[in-house]
């Protein structure tokens, strides 16, 4: 059965850092893409980063690179989200999930997802 479990979330303030883990189960993210996700209340859920298992390039949502960094470790099957200098409007649930590359991450398009973890950035 394919899985992904996020973990990691939390309250933080802001310029505070989390990382954020991805676990993959029942497949291996070497062969996949990752991509995370987030959500804040009341708005449309927003592709963050992504990383190709098969050669570990990345990509970013423009606005967002420099701060935040994706980044995996197959032995451990996971995938990881740093977060640093965040803002209150970094705040919102986070998703990573499962594609075969990072080219349908940029249209949302993924086959598995995780149940999300919650991030809050207080001001």
């Known amino acids: 059965e394919v899985q992904l479990v996020e973990s990691g979330g939390g309250l933080v303030q802001a310029g505070g850092s989390l990382r954020l883990s991805c676990v993959a189960s029942?497949?291996?993210?070497?062969?996949?893409?990752i991509g995370w996700f987030r959500q804040a209340p009341g708005k449309d859920r927003l592709g963050v980063a992504c990383?190709?298992?098969?050669?570990?390039?990345?990509t970013y949502v423009d606005f967002l690179k420099g701060r935040f960094t994706i980044s995996s470790d197959n032995a451990k099957n996971t995938v990881y989200l740093q977060m640093n200098d965040l803002k209150p409007e970094d705040s919102g649930v986070y998703y990573c999930?499962?594609?075969?590359?990072?080219?349908?991450?940029?249209?949302?398009?993924?086959?598995?997802w995780g149940k999300g973890t919650l991030v809050t950035v207080s001001s």
């Open positions: 999930a499962a594609t075969q590359k990072c080219t349908y991450w940029r249209f949302g398009s993924m086959d598995s």
């Open positions: 990383i190709n298992g098969r050669d570990s390039s990345t």
């Open positions: 029942g497949f291996t993210v070497a062969g996949y893409a």
